[in-house]
């Protein structure tokens, strides 16, 4: 089975109450509203890049900030201090039903955005 890798950003703030921002999909081959999801910024990773490189893309790309971040919070790290999948699940994809593994390592960011 085919394993698709992503990486993503939950930016988050405390301001009296616990914030997050999710992005609305509107993927172009969504075909029904009922498709449409709210979820936090990731995408998958490009050639050569790094779970968190892929992350910070991705948030860029999809929200027009820049995270200009040394320090991060990964849900799950190895022993070597590696990002790990945050979580996985299996999926049929809209290109020809095909079943595959998607694994997405989730980063957590604390708002400076201003």
Not at 25 to 50: A, Q
Not at 67 to 86: Q, R, T
Request: net charge neutral; glycine share 8%.
């Amino acid at each position: 089975m085919k394993t698709i890798q992503s990486a993503g950003v939950l930016l988050c703030r405390y301001d009296g109450q616990l914030q997050v921002l999710l992005g609305h999909s509107t993927h172009k081959n969504t075909l029904s509203l009922t498709d449409r999801r709210w979820s936090i910024l990731k995408g998958k990773l490009e050639k050569n890049e790094t779970f968190w490189e892929a992350a910070r893309r991705e948030f860029t790309e999809e929200s027009g900030f820049d995270i200009n971040y040394e320090k991060f919070e990964s849900f799950a790290e190895d022993k070597s201090g590696k990002p790990m999948p945050f979580f996985e699940y299996e999926l049929k994809t809209r290109e020809g039903g095909e079943k595959v593994k998607k694994v997405v390592s989730v980063f957590m960011l604390h708002d400076t955005l201003g």
